[in-house]
């Protein structure tokens, strides 16, 4: 599978834990490669390497907790996203407003909020590494620690995903909380302002303008539907 989308940090260099997506179940795959009006399919036999340790049972469970923690960290990334496009937004109508309207207050007040639970999503110290640990760093490290050993999860590495999801859940629904709130309040002022109502981008937007940014590549059909856009670096199960 290909990388998973991770939210941008303050780290010079890509994190890590986020360069490789999970390796692929042994299975049969169905490969579609488009190129312009020409398309090819094929089918793609994975099979366990019969050197690993490792029994079927733990690699499946290997494999359910680190397609949790790559979805974990994408929704992470499209939180971090949804706050930074509606504080966008709230800058931009300010920016329309007098410096003495209340609703510019109102938008400033909004963008101290999201503010304030970015800074709990991630890493934001300038100056490269930093030593700063945020649930972005929590989210990777974890996902990272599952994706490098091919055996079964240890029961820390389960319980720290659960507590992971759980600290996410809180952040995401504060976040729409008062966002939801803001936006009842603003938007009929804004309206009678002749200025764009404020809207938080939804997750399947989001999901559409990632795809449409990686410009498609191989789809699978077959035991687990995937992007096998790394297939041919890592069709060995280790």
């Known amino acids: 599978m290909k ?10 260099f890509p994190d890590p834990n986020s360069i490789f997506g999970p390796y692929l179940p042994e299975g049969t795959y169905s490969v579609k490669v488009t190129h312009g009006t020409e398309t090819a399919t094929a089918e793609i036999h994975v099979v366990a390497d019969p050197r690993g340790k490792h029994s079927a049972a733990d690699r499946a469970e290997q494999f359910k907790a680190v397609v949790d923690a790559y979805h974990l960290v994408e929704h992470i ?16 109508r300010a920016g329309k407003l007098g410096p003495d309207d209340p609703l510019r207050k109102a938008m ?11 800074q709990k999503l991630a890493a934001s110290h300038e100056g490269g590494y930093s030593g700063e640990i945020e649930l972005r760093e929590k989210i990777l490290e974890v996902y990272g620690g599952i994706n490098g050993y091919a055996g079964k999860p240890t029961e820390s590495q389960v319980a720290q995903l659960a507590a992971l999801h759980k600290e996410l859940d809180g952040l995401e629904g504060d976040f729409h909380s008062y966002s939801e709130k803001a936006m009842t309040s603003a938007n009929p002022a804004l309206d009678k302002k002749k200025l764009p109502a404020l809207k938080l981008l939804g997750e399947e937007e989001w999901r559409k303008k990632e795809a449409e940014k990686s410009g498609g590549g191989m789809s699978v059909e077959g035991d687990f539907v995937g992007d096998l856009r790394q297939v041919f670096s890592f069709l060995h199960v280790r």
Not at 7 to 12: A, E, K, W
Not at 77 to 92: F, G, P, R
């Open 3 to 12: 990388p998973p989308k991770t939210p941008p940090g303050n780290q010079v």
């Open 77 to 92: 990334a499209y939180v971090v996203d949804a706050a930074k496009d509606l504080s966008a937004q709230a800058a931009d």
């Open 108 to 118: 400033q007040s909004l963008r101290d909020s999201i503010s304030a639970t970015q």
